[in-house]
């Protein structure tokens, strides 16, 4: 406990009586200061004991002391101590009353105390405070990294809540909760995640204290890590502002968290190399060699089915992204529900691979499930459990990138950005990988030319052929092969694209198709004789067929 105007009265070396303000006494002294100037405010910080003889005090008038009094209150002097026998032979009752009306603790010094010794005494008790929060700081540090090294984050969290006696939470890159302590902390913990979210976007290290007295308690938040982006973020809530001890023990769990990222940033690194090989042998038609290397590391991932995620980082044009996006939503957003870490992972303008990296990464780590990651240079390899935390997060974050870009786009249209697009295979097992690889490329692709966030290959299998040929390569490809019909028909000496579009459907039953067009069925062939004239191509060849048939179609979307 830091020196209080009581426990300086208490002191019996100092044979100190209060004269005014004796329900004050339980303020802490800063300092004592001696100052005889008539107006000594400029020169006092607040928290002080002024020491006093009245040297050039007009003590015995009683504006002048009212004046004086408010001032020095004012200022933040939390006490005034008075020397008897120097300049007054006792305290002049001006003085008295005016401390008496605003409060001031008034002290009478005995002539027998000289000022010094309570300044030492002052000094003393500050120095034997800061001494015990040292103290309990050192303990406090060998307690939480004791803690940190048996019990991991959770034992460090819950020794960390004992010391500020409050409740601590950590939380991931994405701003997810991860661990509380005590249980009870989760839902506030889970209510602060927007301030984690915007923590992070500042430049780290950074911090900020949320809540307050009319709150139901102080918050501080700080990130974790040491690096530009935060690994995790920590949150300290107290019941009033951490004294010193309490400061010393919230510095020593950023260290050891830091230390925990750190060296989880490491052995990340290290299972991507793993990963690297295990994905090599798997695509190489080794699932036995693969299932050997990962051992128990990702053993668990390749023995379910799991999709393959092919992800790259495209470079676009905002102001024709934003084009595409209208088109494909109607200027309404891509989606309507999302979860909050996904959103706020789409809308920091991070880099969009190590964005879906920390997402996916640490929806698996909270369910418990492996996930292997290969970064690529620009493109990232995934394996995933199908069903499974880390490909739902994938789907959530891809959509919430969606409507996050969408209005990024309409504030500051033009100039270039870094595109996410994603490719998804079907579930596949070890022995299938080399073809889900496949999969998840002819997906990325689609996604590219349909400016896409994410295609899932199941999808392509499960729908029509047709969408597809909204592809502008594939329209100019229909252009030019039916300009020269269109050109004819532009004549008035026929209407061979119709008549060409009925026999297709008809499959080449000239009754059908003449009595669709409602002409005989010469003038039919009269007419398809003509389209192969023009078009320099036989009809009795199926890949022709097959090829006008695309055309007419790939036409009609426009």
């Known amino acids: 406990m830091p020196p209080t105007l009581a426990s300086l009265v208490h002191h019996s070396a100092l044979k100190l009586t209060v004269r005014a303000g004796e329900d004050r006494l339980d303020v802490p002294v800063r300092w004592a200061h001696v100052s005889e100037l008539a107006d000594p405010v400029p020169y006092m910080e607040g928290g002080e004991l002024l020491l006093v003889t009245a040297l050039k005090l007009d003590a015995e008038d009683p504006e002048a002391m009212r004046r004086y009094v408010r001032r020095l ?27 008496e009306e605003e409060g001031l603790p008034l002290l009478e010094v005995p002539r027998r105390t000289p000022f010094l010794a309570i300044s030492k005494a002052v000094s003393a008790a500050i120095a034997a405070d800061q001494y015990r929060a040292v103290t309990a700081g050192f303990a406090a540090q060998r307690e939480l990294t004791r803690q940190a090294q ?12 004992a010391q500020v006696d409050g409740w601590a939470a950590l939380y991931d890159a994405s701003g997810a909760v991860v661990a509380t302590a005590p249980e009870w902390a989760g839902r506030r913990a889970a209510r602060l995640t927007g301030d984690v979210q915007r923590l992070r976007d500042r430049p780290a290290p950074a911090s900020s204290v949320v809540g307050g007295p009319e709150n139901e308690d102080r918050v501080e938040l700080h990130t974790v890590g ?39 940033r490491s052995l990340q690194a290290a299972e991507q190399r793993v990963g690297a090989a295990v994905l090599r042998m798997l695509l190489a ?35 024709a992204a934003l084009a595409r996006a209208e088109a494909r939503t109607g200027g309404a957003p891509a989606v309507e529900r999302t979860s909050a870490a996904a959103l706020a992972a789409a809308d920091t303008g991070a880099d969009p691979l190590a964005a879906l990296t920390d997402v996916m990464e640490s929806a698996a780590a909270r369910a418990g499930e492996a996930v292997l990651v290969v970064p690529e240079g620009e ?41 996410l697009v994603v490719g998804l295979s079907a579930p596949a097992g070890p022995i299938a990988a080399s073809a889900a690889y496949k999969q998840a490329e002819q997906a990325l692709s689609v996604a590219r030319r349909r400016g896409r966030v994410l295609v899932e290959h199941e999808q392509m299998a499960a729908g029509s052929v047709l969408p597809l040929l909204a592809d502008d390569a594939v329209r100019a490809f229909a252009d030019g092969m039916l300009r020269p019909l269109y050109e004819h028909d532009a004549t008035g000496r026929g209407d061979l694209v119709a008549s060409l579009r009925a026999w297709l459907s008809r499959h080449g039953q000239w009754d059908a198709a003449a009595a669709d067009l409602g002409v005989h069925r010469h003038t039919l062939r009269y007419r398809m004789r003509r389209v192969e004239e023009i078009l320099g191509r036989s009809l009795d060849d199926a890949d022709a067929r097959m090829e006008l048939w695309l055309a007419l179609k790939a036409a009609s979307t426009e």
């Open 73 to 99: 209150a004012g200022a933040g002097v939390v006490g005034l101590g008075f020397a008897v026998g120097v300049t007054y032979e006792e305290i002049p009752k001006a003085l008295v009353d005016a401390a």
């Open 150 to 161: 048996t019990g991991g984050p959770e034992g460090l969290l819950a020794a960390l809540a």
């Open 226 to 264: 040491t690096g530009r982006r935060p690994r995790a973020a920590l949150a300290v809530g107290t019941a009033a502002a951490p004294g010193t001890a309490e400061r010393y023990a919230v510095h020593s769990a950023i260290a050891l968290l830091t230390l925990t990222t750190e060296r989880s």
């Open 285 to 319: 038609g080794e699932p036995d060699h693969a299932r050997a290397v990962a051992g128990d590391l990702y053993g668990g991932l390749l023995d379910a089915p799991f999709r393959m995620l092919v992800a790259e980082r495209v470079p676009v044009s905002t102001s």
């Open 379 to 419: 493109r990232l390899v995934v394996l995933a459990a199908d069903r499974g935390a880390a490909a739902a997060a994938c789907g959530e974050y891809a959509a919430a990138l969606e409507t996050a870009r969408a209005g990024i786009r309409e504030k500051a249209p033009g100039g270039e950005e870094s595109e």
